[in-house]
């Protein structure tokens, strides 16, 4: 099986992008990660970052193909897109929200989020371990299913 995992605006600077914040390590490194830890389980991945919205929808309606479970970090559109929101809904299979940052402990905009609507399960404030945990539940959801 397949886990689509998706990453929304800006974080394409993951490690040079307020690592205070953000941490040090980029995007390259979480793919590996992603891929050691789905590997474990049998599982592939399709590891895709976007800065567009329509890009993110796109894969969206591709994962309906082909993916067992998505995991997602839509970025800011978690706070603004109803269109991703509406695209998940069309996935019927597993679906995890992952934000590396806790988004409770910043501006209170970010405490909002659009994809929690759908979201099986949310994870936020694991740095970019959130990823690797996701996978982890999402590879329990395939097993159960
Ligand atoms: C983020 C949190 C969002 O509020 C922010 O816009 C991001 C990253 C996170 O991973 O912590 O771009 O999703």
Known sequence: ATIYVLNGPNLNLLGKRQPEIYGHETMADVEAACRATAEGHGLQIRYLQSNAEHQLIDWIHEAREDAAAIVINPGAYTH???AIL??????????????????HKRE????????????DGVIAGC??????????????LIAAA
């Not at 740095?127 to 329990?140: D, P």
């Open 80 to 82: 603004t897109s109803i």
């Open 86 to 103: 509406d695209a998940l809904n069309a996935f019927e299979r597993p679906v995890m929200e992952v934000h590396i940052s806790n988004v």
């Open 108 to 119: 209170e905009f970010r405490r909002h989020s659009y994809v929690s609507l759908r979201a």
């Open 127 to 140: 740095g970019t371990q959130g990823y690797l945990l996701a996978i982890e539940r999402v590879a329990r």
